[in-house]
């Protein structure tokens, strides 16, 4: 047995894009056991929806959780707040916020892998899948007026209507983003470079993650088909539109990657057919119930499964609200992973399970 | 060439969240992204506080990242310039009131340029840079004129004349 070495990364680092501190005991290179310490974020945003805004306000505020994925938290909490009003939304609301849903996931699977990238030491296929990614930008942009934070989905609905020009062009910049993702596809799958740092690393066996109680890409990736699109029919309809359940088997950072990939097919093909069968109908049901009982909502964000529960009591403020974000899920897993690999690799991995660690902070 | 002249043509970035939603760091790496490319300018983003003139800050500054935030504030060489990225780094936005958060990185560290916004757009965070740019000049100036003083005589009126100070003290002494 060699000697052995504690080296900290983080809070603050370049591979990192958020305070996030894993204590790494290293042997001859070799990451033998991990800690991680996840919460310098907490803001206390729970605390803030039940006492200081109204339930109506919320679908804002639980946008600020998280900004890759706040069009996932918007959709959540109106989904709950609607099941505590018992509503049901339009159905061109649910077709809208399912392509806000999809758009979101395409630019951040496209950020995840540029990370990945620069974090493999491969600056130049960061500058391109960055290069590539502006285009969903835009198109959020023209769909929801702002680039990040979209507030796109509010009780009883959502706020803006998808005009046809924007429509058109959305199908459009789809078309040319096409040979770009098989670009992108054959860059990440054939690299020999790339391939050297990716294969193998970080990786998790199916069974580990069953245990661990992995969600999202991580799990597919090791081979767990587990989707909330697969799952529920009743909130917004998946399946009607062409969703399909994409696995890896060998759970490391380059199955990772190929999951990531092949699902922006899934969501491209997703957004299509939305535009094309887009049903006419109100954009919003207004109504002017207060929430009364209890809720739980489970959708899929980029990362995994998110989770709500809402507890309203006939008054402007809720009870009680509940997040369960994807990443929390995944930080055991997250530990557990890195042992048996380099050191020199640990940032590359750590960009590869896509962390977002202000969802699971709060 | 001095280390001044360099420092102007390219100042490195040092980027930290305390504690925002991300959307700011993401805008942060689409300006290090090819559409806007901050390394026009000259800019890079480094990890390591030691090397960097500017201070990219998001966040409402949680009360367990702001150790860190000063921390890495001090280790900063001087001159350096902070940006403040956001609504929520600017004045706490959205959080403020929160019970973990505070108000907005000013209430830990000096603040140089604002950038509103929640969340900011890549456009408005390189014109804050750019800001911050003429600002890290003035500073350098200002570091160099210290030294200046020491060495000339000042003209004007009312200003201690620091080169023959000690002589003027001397009979005085005696
Ligand atoms: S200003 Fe808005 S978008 Fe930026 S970090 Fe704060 S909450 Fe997120």
Redesign the interface.
């Known amino acids: 047995m060699g000697r052995q070495y504690e080296i900290p990364i983080g809070a603050q680092h370049i591979s990192l894009l958020e305070p996030l501190h894993f204590k790494f005991t290293t042997e001859n290179e070799k990451i033998v056991a991990t800690e991680a310490n996840v919460y310098y974020v907490h803001r206390g945003i729970e605390q803030a929806c039940c006492s200081k805004f109204k339930f109506r306000q919320v679908s804002f505020v639980v946008g600020r959780v998280c900004g890759l994925c706040s069009i996932s938290h918007t959709t959540a909490y109106s989904q709950v707040a609607e099941k505590l009003l018992k509503i049901e939304i339009p159905l061109r609301a649910k077709y809208l916020r399912m392509l806000v849903i999809e758009l979101d996931r395409i630019h951040s699977h496209l950020l995840c892998l540029s990370h990945v990238a620069e974090n493999s030491g491969f600056e130049a296929l960061f500058m391109k899948t960055m290069q590539y990614r502006e285009f969903s930008m835009e198109l959020l942009e023209a769909v929801c007026g702002n680039r990040i934070q979209y507030d796109f989905s509010i009780v009883g609905g959502v706020a803006r209507d998808l005009k046809p020009q924007v429509a058109q062009s959305i199908l459009e910049r789809l078309k040319k983003f096409i040979p770009q993702l098989d670009e992108l596809m054959d860059i990440y799958k054939n690299n020999w470079t790339l391939s050297l740092k990716n294969k193998g690393a970080g990786a998790i066996t199916k069974e580990d993650a069953m245990r661990l109680n992995v969600v999202g890409p991580f799990a597919r990736a090791a081979g767990l088909a587990i989707d909330v699109r697969n799952e529920t029919e009743d909130l917004l309809p998946w399946k009607e539109v062409g969703f399909e359940m994409i696995t890896e088997t060998s759970g490391d950072v380059y199955a990772r990657n190929m999951v990531r990939l092949r699902e922006l097919y899934v969501s491209i093909r997703i957004i299509e057919n939305i535009i094309n069968g887009l049903p006419e109908s109100a954009l919003i049901t207004e109504t002017k119930a207060f929430p009364d009982g209890e809720a739980t909502v489970r959708l899929e964000a980029p990362r995994g499964e998110l989770f709500y529960y809402a507890k309203g009591n006939k008054t402007q403020i809720l009870e009680r609200l509940k997040i369960k974000a994807p990443t929390f899920s995944n930080v055991a897993a997250m530990a557990e992973a890195f042992t048996g690999n380099e050191y020199g690799s640990a940032p590359a991995i750590i960009a590869s399970y896509d962390p977002c660690l202000s969802c699971t902070a709060r | 060439m001095n280390l001044a002249s360099y420092r102007k043509k390219s100042p490195w970035i040092l980027h930290?969240?305390?504690?925002?939603?991300?959307?700011?760091?993401?805008?942060i790496?689409?300006c290090?992204?090819?559409?806007y490319d901050i390394e026009r300018f000259g800019m890079i983003?480094?990890?390591?506080?030691k090397q960097s003139d500017i201070l990219l800050v998001t966040?409402?500054v949680?009360k367990?990242?702001r150790e860190?935030l000063v921390e890495?504030y001090a280790q900063m060489p001087e001159p350096k310039v902070v940006v403040s990225c956001g609504a929520?780094a600017c004045t706490g936005?959205?959080?403020r009131?929160?019970?973990?958060?505070e108000g907005g990185v000013d209430q830990y560290i000096p603040v140089d340029v604002y950038v509103c916004g929640?969340?900011t757009?890549?456009e408005q965070i390189i014109d804050g840079v750019v800001q911050a740019l003429g600002i890290l000049e003035q500073k350098t100036k200002a570091m160099e004129v210290s030294v200046r003083l020491q060495k000339e005589p000042l003209k004007e009126e009312g200003q201690i004349n620091r080169r023959n100070i000690a002589d003027q003290i001397k009979p005085a002494l005696s």
């Open positions: 930290y969240n305390a504690g925002g939603c991300n959307g700011c760091d993401i805008e790496l689409a290090l992204g090819p559409k983003n480094t990890g390591n506080p966040g409402p949680t367990r990242s860190r890495i929520c936005g959205v959080f009131g929160m019970y973990n958060c929640c969340g757009r890549p």
